[in-house]
């Protein structure tokens, strides 16, 4: 896999249902302390500008350690190929039962990329925090899956026990061509 830090994405990356893969320098973000997530995510986010500036994206970040048994080059492969980290059906995802019974294929946030987005300071605080108060560990984001947002479709769904409606579930709008929608990977170094 080729590093796309200094001389930007090939031809073959942009290639029609080809994600572009790239690696994001940030040593610095840790979870064995409380990252600076602010500071990461100016370092991330601008690689995400750099990439794609002027689209409308949604991102699903990637822990590996949810993935027991798979290198994160395994990981990236396999969304690659599918356009989706999901590539277990007996596997038990997070929080995919809602009130409705609606289907979810993912959850993410939705962002349009612009010189003044922020997107990664705010994922990084809550796969530190809210982890740490759903399964008493954080989760250190390994990779952002970068997806076309008008390839999904927003799920508007509701948790048991709360009152609020919530906007970060989506679904393929062409189930059967995942792999289009996925437009990068970025893999975020150790």
Do not use: C
């Not at 409380?34 to 500071?39: A, L, M, N, S, T």
């Not at 822990?63 to 599918?82: F, T």
């Not at 995919?96 to 990084?124: C, E, H, P, W």
Request: hydrophobic content about 35%.
């Amino acid at each position: 896999m080729s590093d796309h830090r200094d001389s930007g994405p090939t031809p073959e990356d942009r290639a029609p249902g080809r994600a572009v893969v790239f690696d994001i320098d940030v040593p610095q973000y840790r979870v064995d302390t409380e990252p600076d997530h602010r500071g990461v995510g100016r370092v991330v986010d601008a690689e995400l500008r750099r990439h794609f500036l002027g689209r409308s994206v949604v991102v699903r970040g990637i822990g590996a350690q949810h993935h027991p048994g798979r290198s994160v080059d395994e990981l990236v492969e396999i969304i690659r190929r599918l356009g989706t980290d999901r590539y277990d059906p007996a596997r038990a995802g997070d929080r995919y039962d809602n009130l409705q019974n609606k289907r979810i294929d993912f959850f993410a946030f939705r962002r349009k990329v612009t010189s003044r987005m922020r997107l990664f300071g705010a994922m990084s605080w809550g796969f530190y925090h809210s982890s740490i108060a759903v399964h008493g560990a954080p989760v250190r984001l390994d990779l952002l899956l970068v997806y076309d947002a008008a390839r999904l479709r927003e799920v508007v769904h509701q948790y048991e026990g709360r009152a609020d409606r919530k906007r970060d579930g989506y679904v393929f709008r062409d189930p059967d061509h995942k792999p289009e929608a996925l437009l990068g990977i970025a893999k975020l170094s150790r």
